[in-house]
Every structure is written in C-alpha cells, then in structure tokens.
C-alpha cells in the first residue's frame, strides 16, 4: 500500500515536474517568439518533448463559425487531425474543442474509455493510444480564438494541480497573443501612417509650384522641391531663412508683400511681383494657416514662375500695339496720300504751263519737290501699315545684298570697317527688290548711326530652318525654310526698354532732326508684308544685330524681264477715268485732255459700267481706282471685261494688302500705278498700255 502510495506520489510528482518544465520552456518562447504561428510550433513541440504528450495540437477558431481549424501539432497524429479537419466541422467531431469553445473554459477528459459511444473519434483515439486529453481555451479580447489540446497516454493524467498549471500556461499564451495582436495593430498603424506621409511628401514634391511653409516671422520651415530648387535652400531652420530674403531677396518684406496683406486680413492674397535677383516673374499666393482658436499660426506660399506667360502676354501686346498703330498710319497715310497726288498733279501741270522763264516757276518747282519729300513719307507709313503694293519678284537675297554692300560701301563712314558673309546656297526669295533694299538700307544707316566712334558692320545672309522653339521663343512664326540676312554692328546697342519699342513708328532716341522714328517701322512693315521675321538682339554698349527671315522660294524661278523706260507721249485716244475721288478726278481729266486724249469722266465703278455701255465703241482703254464705293475697280473691270473681252485697263491704288487682288492683276496682265500718280508717270503708262 505504502509502495504503491509510493509510486503514485512519484509519478504524480513526475507529471507535474514535466507540465512545469512546459510551463518554464513555454514562458521562454513567448519572450523570445514573435510570431503566432511560430509560438503555436514551440508550444505544440515543448507539449511533446518536455510534457510527455502522446500529441498536442493547436487550432483556430473562426470568429464567424466558431469551427475550429488545425495549424500546428505537434506527437503521434496518425492522421487524426486530419479526421477533424476533413470534416470540416458542422458540429466538431472532435474530442473536447467544441466544449471549450463554447464555454471558454477547459474541457478535461481523464479516461477516453468512459466517453460516451456517440462521440465519433473516440475509437480513433484510442486506436492512436491517447488515453486522456485536456482542451485549454487561448482568449483574446475574451473571445475563444484558439484551443489548445493535449492528448496523455496513461489515464487519469490531468489532476486538479496539472490542470491548474495548464490553465495558467493557457492563460499566458492568451495575453502573449493578445500581445502580438496589439502590436501587430500598432505596426500596421505605423506602417500606414509611414506611407501617408511618404505619399504626402512625394505629392508635396512632385508639385511644380514652389510651395514654403512660413512661421508667423517670415520664417521658411518647409519648402517642397521645387521651391528648393528655385530658391537654392538646402537647410532650414537656421533661423535665416525669411521668406522675403529668398523670394525678393530683400532684407524686410517689400511693398505689397503678400504675407503681411494676409496676416492682417486672415484671406489668401496673390500678387505678382518681378524679381530681378532671380531674374523671374513670380505669381506669390500667400495663404494664412490657422489653429485650433482660429488664431494665424504661420502662413503657406503657392508660388509659381509666369515669366513665360508675361513674355507672350508682352507679345501678344506688343503685336496688337503694331497692327492698331498700322492701322492708324495706314488710314492716315492713305488719305493724305490722295491729297498729295492732286497736289503734284496741279503743280506739274502749273510746271508744263508756264514759260520757262516766269518768275514763279521756281516757287512752283518747290512745291513739287516737297510734294515728293511728302509722298516719300507717306509711302513710310503705308510700307509700315503693310498697306502699299509690293511688286513681288524672285530674286537672289546675296545679289540684293551685295548689290546694296557696293552702294553703302561708299557712303558709311571711313571709320566703320564693313564686312560680309555670304552663304555660297542659292538664296532665293520671292520679294520687292526695292523694298528689301530699303530694309538694309534702314538697318545700315541705324548700325552706322550706332557706332559714332567707328566699329565694326557685318552683313550676312544665311539659310536656316525655323523650327518650334523659335515660335515657343518668340511667341510668333511660321515653321520652315527661310533665307535671312544679318545686319551686325559693334555699336552703342540698346536697353530692353528702348529694344521693345523700336519698331515703332515715330519712336527714335535720336536728337531732333536727326531721327525720324520710321526707319526701323518701314522695315518692320515691309518684313512683314513679306511673310518674314525680324528679330533684334542688343545689349548696352555690346552692340545690335538684326536678323530678317524671308521664307525661302520653292522653286529658283526665273525673273521677269525688266521694263523699258517709256517716253513722255499722249495721244488721241479715248480713256474711261473712274475716280471717286473728285480732286483727283479733275486732275486727271486736266493732264489727260491736256496731252490730247478724250476723256470720259465716271465717279465710281457701277457709273463705270454704265459709261462704258454708253460709249462701247469709242473707248480704248481704263483708268479704275482700284478702292472706290458702289463698285470697286476690279468689280467694274470684271463686268467691262464680259462686254468686250481683253479690254486694256490701268488701276490706280494707294494701297491694297489684297493678295487676291494683286493675283488677278497679274493674270490679267494689268498695270497698277501707286499714288501719289505724277503725271509724267500717268502718261507714260497709258501711252505704253495703249502701245501693246
Ligand atoms: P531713327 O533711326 O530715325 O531713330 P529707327 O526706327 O530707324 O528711327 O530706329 C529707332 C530707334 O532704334 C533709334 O532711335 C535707336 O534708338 C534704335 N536703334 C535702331 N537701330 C539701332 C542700332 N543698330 N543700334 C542701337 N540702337 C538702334
Ligand atoms: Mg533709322
């Protein structure tokens, strides 16, 4: 009795010693394991190898079913869990889970034998030797999400004391895992606040706005990349870094400060500002931050560079400022263009009429010679306005030029060394020589005016593409091949302020009576009439070039044959004058009927129509003023021409930027006089018309 009291206490001691061995090696693990499943395989091991289990295992329990699902085990299976698991688990076939499931406590089973014949994997325990088992809940947050199960191979295994011990085991894992599940929370917590802030500061620096976080004394504490980039800040938080320091480079806030509006009125304020320590135009949106009693606690800047939106607004000012003062010139021009040709018309038939010797003659050469000083302005402001009639032929821009370098040659100044450099391409555009002559002229006469002290003049012509980023850089332009000429000195050159103006008209820098103020506006006017470019570099006492563009011809057309000089002749034929204009009506009636010819007088073009239809037979030729009311000249002229077919016509016209128009008068053959109409022009023209 005694030594069986004996054994019993020493195989209970033995029991105990190996569930505090689990115990001690269990408290181990969950120090040193950090991962539920891992935890799961140390337990389930230290069950079998210390505890002596037949077989431990571990499973989850499904928040929604409450099932239970095997992750670890650990002794002698056999494929038992399999068993369980197979059955997927309506009610658990298990021994002991599905109790301590739903109770929360552990389930203890001290003789396998005595379990009911209706628990289905009784036999199956048995056959795999488990004599006893125990189920311990794992709690989380009190719910059951785990139990563990240990199967012992003698019955009678779990006495009070074991399973004392095995609760408390249970218990730690339980808080272990409630452990592990917290941090596992904080982790993601951390993670995702991590990439918030990654993905704020990616947003914040793929931005390209500059944007700086400012304290309430104009002190940056935050810039995004941009802004560092722009600004050049490396470090902040020295203290040194004020806001007006970085973006106006000045030593307080400047006038009209965005900040301090914003700091007084609470509201985001934008201002413009040009900084010429960056050399940029700024748009500075300076938005109040505010804190929790709605008191400013600092300030944000969204600032953005418009420097190349300022540009093409200037441009685009620039070049409406150009078409109205055109528009202005041209109308002006025009009109005083008409009365300048009844003014030479009358003094050059005063001229014809009187003896050569009468004393008044010279008073009436006088007239005539200022009356051309007159009309050569004019034609100024209407070359300028784009509204004078070009003569377009294809010519050699290296021959114009070298034409024109013979010329000059002699008249510049000794002291101004001329050179050239011509492009050996052929360089043909389609333009009015004698405009184009004009155009070097003018820029000559500018560069030789720019270098008092002498200097050097270079004149070149060259073939380029203009491709996107001259019209990105200019804000104009046409895409192609173009032929330019250069026209470079080492002069006095010019500010931004006085390059902006240039082109201009009546715009000089120079004394009284030495500038006009048009040069430069003729040869933008012609320049552009020629579907070109001219585009100025300069800088104060580093000289000025200027570069014409003409787009290049397609093809090396050939030129037309120049004209004969006609003589001084009239005649006896009969002309149909149509002139809206009653002074210069009058006037060519004189000259006309005054050299012989019959003269029918027609005050616009349908009295045109009418007249011709009236005297069908007797006319010979047609003198239309191209612009006139009711019908124009070329509207007469078309219905005239349907009367009788290839009828001679001379146009008369003081301006038209009518392409179409020119065309026809080309393909017609038909003569266009410019006003101001001198007689000897007049005449000479009609006598070789009526000649042909
Ligand atoms: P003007 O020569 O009668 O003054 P322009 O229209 O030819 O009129 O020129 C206008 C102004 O442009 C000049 O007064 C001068 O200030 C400036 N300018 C033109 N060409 C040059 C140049 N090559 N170098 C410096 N300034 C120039
Ligand atoms: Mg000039």
């Not at 059955?87 to 109770?103: F, K, V, W």
């Not at 970085?246 to 934008?270: I, M």
């Not at 080309?666 to 009526?690: C, D, Q, Y």
């Amino acid at each position: 009795m005694a030594a069986h009291s004996h054994k019993e206490a020493d195989e209970k001691i033995y029991r105990l010693n190996r569930v505090y061995a689990m115990q001690s090696a269990v408290s181990r693990a969950i120090v040193h394991v950090r991962d539920r499943d891992k935890l799961f395989d140390e337990v389930c091991r230290i069950a079998v190898e210390l505890g002596r289990f037949r077989m431990a295992w571990i499973g989850d329990v499904s928040t929604e079913t409450s099932l239970v699902k095997p992750v670890t085990k650990c002794g002698f299976d056999e494929g038992y869990l399999n068993l369980i698991h197979t059955a997927g688990g309506e009610s658990p076939l298990d021994l002991g889970q599905g109790p301590t499931i739903r109770t929360g406590t552990h389930v203890v089973c001290n003789d396998i034998i005595a379990e009911p014949d209706t628990v289905a994997l009784r036999d199956e325990a048995l056959k795999r030797g488990y004599r006893s088992y125990a189920s311990f809940p794992l709690l989380v947050n009190a719910n059951v999400t785990g139990v563990v199960t240990v199967y012992a191979d003698a019955p009678g295994f779990f006495d009070e004391e074991e399973v004392r011990l095995l609760d408390e085991l249970s218990l730690d894992i339980s808080f272990a895992l409630e452990f592990l599940e917290k941090e596992k929370r904080h982790k993601k917590a951390d993670e995702l606040a991590l990439q918030a802030r990654l993905d704020w500061e990616e947003t914040f620096d793929t931005i390209t706005d500059m944007i700086t976080v400012h304290d309430k004394d104009f002190n940056v504490i935050r810039a995004n990349k941009a802004a560092k980039k722009l600004l050049g800040l490396e470090l902040l938080g020295t203290g040194k870094d004020k806001c007006y320091q970085h973006y106006h480079g000045s030593e307080c806030p400047p006038e009209g400060c965005p900040s301090c509006l914003s700091l007084v009125s609470g509201k985001p304020t934008t201002v413009e500002f040009f900084e010429p320590h960056l050399n940029l135009f700024l748009e500075i949106c300076a938005i109040p931050r505010h804190d929790a009693r709605n008191n400013i606690s600092g300030l944000i800047h969204v600032v953005r560079d418009i420097t190349e939106q300022k540009k093409l607004e200037a441009q685009l000012r620039h070049a409406q400022k150009m078409e109205a003062l055109g528009t202005l010139t041209g109308g002006i021009a025009h009109d005083f263009n008409n009365i300048l040709t009844a003014i030479v018309g009358y003094a050059n038939i005063i001229k014809l009429k009187i003896r050569q010797d009468d004393p008044v003659r010279q008073f009436v050469e006088q007239i005539v010679v200022s009356t051309e000083r007159a009309a050569s302005l004019t034609q100024g402001l209407l070359a300028f306005s784009r509204k004078v009639v070009v003569n377009p032929q294809p010519i050699n821009l290296n021959e114009s030029v070298e034409r024109i370098e013979k010329l000059m040659g002699r008249l510049i100044r000794e002291n101004i060394v001329l050179k050239t450099a011509f492009t050996g391409r052929i360089t043909t555009v389609v333009a009015d020589s004698s405009q184009l002559e004009q155009v070097l002229m003018n820029l000559i006469t500018n560069a030789s005016d720019a270098m008092p002290e002498g200097g050097t003049l270079t004149l070149s012509t060259d073939l380029t593409e203009l491709g996107d980023e001259f019209i990105t850089a200019h804000g104009y332009g046409k895409t192609g091949a173009y032929a330019t000429i250069t026209v470079t000195d080492t002069g006095l050159g010019m500010d931004d302020a006085t390059r902006n103006r240039i082109f201009e008209p009546f715009f000089t820098t120079k004394e009284v009576g030495k500038g006009t103020g048009l040069g430069l506006s003729i040869v933008y006017g012609i320049v552009k009439q020629h579907n070109g470019y001219i585009v100025c570099t300069s800088k104060p006492q580093q000289g000025t070039s200027f570069v014409v563009y003409l787009p290049l011809a397609k093809a090396a057309l050939q030129g037309s044959a120049s004209k004969e000089a006609a003589s001084f002749k009239g005649g006896t034929e009969t002309i149909l004058v149509a002139e809206d204009d009653p002074e210069i009506r009058r006037l060519m009636k004189t000259i006309l009927t005054d050299f012989g010819y019959t003269v029918i007088i027609a005050e616009n073009g349908a009295d045109a129509v009418l007249k011709f239809r009236e005297n069908k037979d007797t006319i010979n030729l047609l003198l239309l003023d191209a612009v006139m009311p009711v019908k124009d000249g070329n509207e007469a002229y078309e219905e005239i021409q349907n009367m009788r077919p290839g009828v001679k016509a001379v146009f008369m016209s003081g301006y038209n930027s009518n392409s179409a128009f020119r065309k026809s008068l080309a393909e017609n053959k038909i003569e266009l006089l410019l006003k101001p109409v001198t007689p000897g022009m007049l005449l000479s023209k009609i006598r070789e018309v009526l000649d042909r």
